[in-house]
């Protein structure tokens, strides 16, 4: 899906996707942006190496693309799963002259086959929507060079309660965030936030949607999966005209951290934790973190109890954060559950030495076990805990999917996350390992 909603970057011939493809055919964008704003943010970017290597992440047609070629002198490597796009961005490169500068590569976006450090600058202009703003930052921090840069524009809300309907639209079609948000989601993936610009109103309209109606007014309805396109189409342009003060493009340019992490709380410096499953070895030192972050043993019994049932533990999501000198310092873990009868995981317990609490040593532990289940082909995930922190890894209610608890709990708190969005997603009844006694 792109930006907005519409699969421009997905791949398939059903109908509906056709009809898609179809009206934003030739469009000058395929989502809000312009060249001024693509200027714009070249210049955020910062100086860069005379002949900057870019990798345009979800490039479309191309337009960013062609700009960066030619105007920064850059050697673009232009991604995208939709080969026409590619087809179409290659004739121009070469009719420009550009040929010897753009490559253009049908993959996608977060599994990219280049070697680390690879690009001085990655760029994804109105294309992190289709992969998601923290799958994006975990999979393509690797491959920026020393000293590079990522830029990147994402829709994000811009008051603390929108508007009811335009609150349930996003929330089916992608669920935003804050900029505060965001931004420590950056930060807790390795970056620090060099600069966030939000996209004027005309980036929306001049050449996206006024375009796109225009198309629209003309096209046959009666084509095949037409009826459906129009539809989703209509009803993205009304809701911004009726609550585009809700929400926002807006561009982060981020660098990774080469030095350790600062705490933006106390300024103080942040180890850059490791990661590990649990080894037999680690278990005494798991149950003194748990004891030492807990007012009582029961999570360290629970995980102990957790450990001796082979229906829920599994190996390798019992995760471990350890300081420079090989000590375990936090922990996170990922156990069998189920949502009426379907196979999930729930996370948790989760504890941190305090001693080195607010390090990101938790943050560290938690991200490295969804990694390791999304990479075992795990989707569903619940945790239940505060609706302040786990957001960050993009934890949603559960409400929102159809899950419920079978206990009384604050709503916010019972929160959950699709490891593979392209997956259905379980409703019902969490059932949860014997261990947590519910």
Request: aromatic share 8%; net charge negative.
């Amino acid at each position: 899906m792109n930006d907005t909603g519409t699969p421009d970057h997905v791949p398939g011939t059903d109908p509906v996707t056709e009809a898609f493809f179809t009206l934003h055919r030739d469009l000058p964008r395929q989502g809000p942006g312009s060249d001024a704003t693509t200027r714009r943010l070249l210049e955020m970017a910062g100086p860069l190496p005379e002949r900057p290597r870019v990798l345009d992440a979800g490039c479309g047609p191309g337009r960013s693309t062609l700009l960066l070629a030619e105007e920064a002198g850059a050697h673009v490597t232009a991604v995208d799963l939709h080969q026409p796009f590619l087809d179409g961005l290659a004739a121009e490169a070469a009719r420009r002259g550009l040929g010897g500068q753009v490559t253009v590569v049908n993959c996608s976006m977060d599994q990219l086959p280049f070697p680390d450090h690879s690009f001085d600058v990655i760029w994804a202009e109105g294309s992190v929507y289709t992969i998601g703003f923290d799958t994006a930052l975990r999979a393509w921090h690797r491959l920026l060079a020393p000293g590079g840069v990522l830029v990147a524009t994402e829709i994000e809300w811009t008051v603390p309660s929108p508007a009811a309907s335009a609150r349930a639209y996003w929330d089916a079609a992608y669920p935003l965030r804050t900029h505060a948000m965001n931004t420590d989601a950056a930060q807790a993936a390795g970056y620090r936030l060099s600069a966030h610009w939000p996209l004027p109103e005309t980036d929306w309209w001049d050449e996206y949607y006024s375009p796109l109606t225009q198309r629209i007014s003309r096209v046959d309805p009666r084509q095949p999966g037409m009826p459906e396109a129009l539809a989703a189409l209509q009803a993205e342009i009304a809701m911004r005209r009726e609550h585009g003060g809700d929400y926002q493009y807006a561009a982060y340019v981020l660098q990774p951290h080469d030095n350790p992490l600062v705490n933006s709380e106390n300024g103080t410096t942040m180890p850059t934790w490791t990661t590990r499953p649990e080894t037999t070895e680690d278990i005494p030192a798991i149950r003194a973190i748990n004891l030492a972050a807990f007012p009582t043993a029961m999570e360290a019994d629970i995980i102990d109890a957790l450990r001796a049932d082979p229906q829920a533990w599994i190996d390798g999501l019992s995760m471990i954060t350890t300081a420079p000198d090989g000590t375990p310092v936090g922990y996170a873990l990922l156990t069998r559950c189920h949502v009426d009868g379907t196979p999930a995981l729930t996370l948790g317990p989760c504890a941190v030495l305090p001693s080195v609490q607010r390090t990101g040593a938790g943050s560290a532990a938690i991200r490295a076990a969804l990694d390791t289940a999304r990479a075992m082909g795990e989707n569903l995930v619940l945790v239940l805990g505060h609706a302040s922190y786990y957001p960050r890894f993009g934890f949603t209610p559960a409400s929102r999917f159809g899950i419920r608890t079978p206990f009384e709990v604050p709503d916010e708190a019972m929160m959950a996350i699709a490891l593979d969005t392209t997956r259905p997603i379980p409703a019902g009844t969490i059932q949860y390992p014997a261990a947590f006694g519910v």
